[in-house]
């Protein structure tokens, strides 16, 4: 009987994402702003994020879009894990203070004192 109740509240009261034609309904947009997008990996390896560009909320291949972090930002290196094996990345070796670091399939170089990202390196291509 209580699952029908819950049933008919309306899907505001539900805390459930409503869009209409493609596109949040005000109020719900700067909510949910600053979340990161949500990411599924296929079967093929190809990873897909749900983005929204001017209200409307569409799946893009991750390679389209932006890197997270730029050159001279700084980076969070104690949210994220460092790349321990260069070879499966085909990245050259650290000769200097920095590491490599790989965030939602983009490869990273960060300087080890700094914290800050030194280059994007680009799509990390696994082997």
Not at 12 to 22: C, F, I, K, L, T
Not at 81 to 108: E, H, Q
Not at 109 to 127: F, N, P, Q
Request: overall charge positive; some cysteine; proline content about 5%.
């Amino acid at each position: 009987m209580l699952a029908l109740v819950i049933l008919a509240l309306p899907a505001s009261a539900q805390d459930v994402e409503v869009m209409r034609g493609g596109k949040r309904v005000v109020g719900q947009a700067e909510s949910n702003a600053t979340t990161k997008p949500e990411c599924k990996t296929l079967s093929t390896g190809d990873t897909f994020c749900k983005v929204e560009r001017n209200g409307v909320s569409r799946w893009v291949l991750q390679g389209q879009m932006q890197p997270d972090f730029k050159v001279g930002e700084i980076f969070p290196v104690y949210d994220h894990s460092m790349v321990m094996n260069l070879n499966r990345y085909d990245l050259p070796p650290v000769t200097g203070a920095w590491r490599y670091y790989v965030v939602r399939g983009v490869i990273y170089k960060v300087g080890a004192d700094s914290h800050k990202v030194l280059e994007v390196m680009g799509r990390a291509i696994r082997r």
